[in-house]
């Protein structure tokens, strides 16, 4: 598809907002489900609810808990970022250096290749399976596959809360696979991977893909007729861990190795070139700034993290902070931020200009808000442009037009999160010792 051919493409795509679907089982309580569903039986009918409307379910209650309480009816409908704050209310213009890749850069596409043909076929049987359930929480329970990043004893916490249904903000929000309120249409990476139409590895390259079937993915090598860049489930878990990782900061760099695992993960199975993770984790970046810069969306979203902290903090008996430090965790911090930082571009080579100046995307600095809530916009714009990932690693887009709009690819958020800042006289900042 040529340059013009898909900007062509990008202006006839429609501007609809997701629909507010939860709205009308909330009011008339009843469900829409699949028909396959409904003429299985009520038990179907019971486990279609619960994959698709979790929030809707009875919560268990408990004496001297938080009592659950569900998003008001006024929370469901049209938000503006519901559609994106890039070009065409998508985000083409986080990835499109993507097209200049393929076009020029035959040795990137074919590291690509490479890379996940390694990763997929020297994966251990742990791997496979931990790769295995996160291709299945696409569709609903993603939080559960996501849980052991809040550690061992927070992470059975949160399992079992979200198992008596006692999180229904959080699980509205983030946690109804495609339904998710504070995901849609124009986080979905669906209308770029119509424009970049870019067959997945195991479609190119299929005597080198070892399939790894089973853990409830029979079905999953049947996407053949599925673009892979960007891919969609980096995407997911890189907007939920995001917003997850800014209504707990506590947990921001755990969470965010976490979806990076989840993008890694997709190369384990054969279904995503580290092309495709990285620019996974771009789009669902950008699109959690744009729902966290949304005045409405982040009144929701703080809602969801004041119930899953309140749970959370009432399961464990004390403060999170202090649950955090006396936890198992799933990585420590240092370690947390290494897998983050080396999954930013998964070994691949560097095509730009390593000395290329940095734009720090204007949605960005406010993701910090809640680690460093002392600092201005354009402080925390110096902690992101401090831990920065270096210039010129592929889909680092220094077009004029990327520069404008700044690098999510260089945005390590991990590194910010887990920044040591201090704030001297005047407007001396220093970031992990260094002036930034």
Same mark, same amino acid.
């Given at each position: 598809?040529?340059?013009? +051919? ?114 997929? $076929? ?18 609903? $329970? ?18 079992? =809360? ?17 339904? =998710? ?7 979905? +990476? ?19 893909? +070892?399939?790894? +079937? ?11 007729? =599925? ?37 890694? $993960? ?109 600092? =201005? ?60």
């Amino acid at each position: 598809m040529s340059p013009s +051919t898909r900007q062509n493409t990008i202006r006839r795509i429609p501007l609809i907002a997701v629909s507010p679907v939860l709205t009308v089982a909330l009011v008339a309580g009843t469900v829409t489900v699949p028909a396959h569903a409904q003429a299985a039986g009520s038990s179907a009918l019971t486990e279609a609810v619960g994959e698709y409307l979790p929030a809707i379910l009875p919560a268990v209650q408990h004496h001297g808990a938080p009592v659950p309480e569900p998003l008001s009816l006024s929370d469901y409908g049209w938000y503006i970022s519901d559609l994106s704050s890039y070009d065409g209310g998508i985000y083409y213009d986080v990835v499109s250096s993507f097209s200049d890749l393929r076009d020029n850069h035959p040795e990137v596409m074919k590291d690509s290749l490479d890379t996940v043909v390694d990763v997929n $076929n020297s994966a251990d049987p742990e791997t496979v399976r931990r790769a295995q359930v996160d291709a299945a929480a696409d569709d609903g $329970n993603l939080l559960t596959a996501l849980s052991d990043a809040f550690g061992s004893t927070l992470g059975e916490a949160l399992r079992t =809360s979200l198992q008596e249904h006692r999180l229904p903000k959080t699980r509205t929000l983030m946690d109804s696979g495609y339904l =998710s309120r504070a995901g849609g249409l124009a986080s979905s +990476t669906l209308i770029e991977k119509e424009i970049f139409n870019y067959d997945r590895p195991f479609v190119v390259a299929p005597d080198r893909i +070892t399939k790894h +079937t089973g853990g409830g993915n029979e079905g999953l090598y049947d996407l053949s007729g =599925s673009a892979a860049f960007p891919s969609g489930h980096t995407n997911q878990a890189s907007w939920t861990t995001t917003l997850l990782a800014v209504l707990l900061p506590e947990l921001a760099p755990q969470l965010l190795a976490r979806g990076a695992e989840a993008g890694y $993960n997709r190369m384990v199975m054969g279904v995503h070139y580290p092309l495709d993770v990285v620019g996974g984790r771009m789009t669902g970046q950008a699109a959690a700034a744009d729902r966290w810069n949304d005045p409405k969306m982040r009144t929701v979203l703080t809602q969801a993290g004041q119930e899953l902290r309140a749970e959370l903090e009432w399961r464990t008996g004390m403060p999170l902070a202090e649950a955090v430090a006396t936890d198992t965790p799933y990585r420590s911090t240092g370690v947390a931020v290494g897998e983050y930082t080396s999954r930013m571009t998964h070994g691949l080579r560097r095509v730009g200009d390593p000395e290329a100046p940095l734009t720090v995307p204007q949605g960005a600095p406010e993701l910090l808000v809640t680690a460093f809530p002392d600092l =201005s916009w354009g402080q925390r714009a110096r902690v992101l442009a401090a831990t920065a990932l270096p210039a010129g690693y592929p889909l680092d887009d220094q077009s004029p037009k990327g520069r404008a709009v700044g690098s999510w690819q260089r945005m390590n958020l991990a590194a910010a999160f887990a920044a040591d800042v201090e704030v001297g006289q005047g407007a001396a900042l220093m970031v992990n010792g260094r002036p930034a």
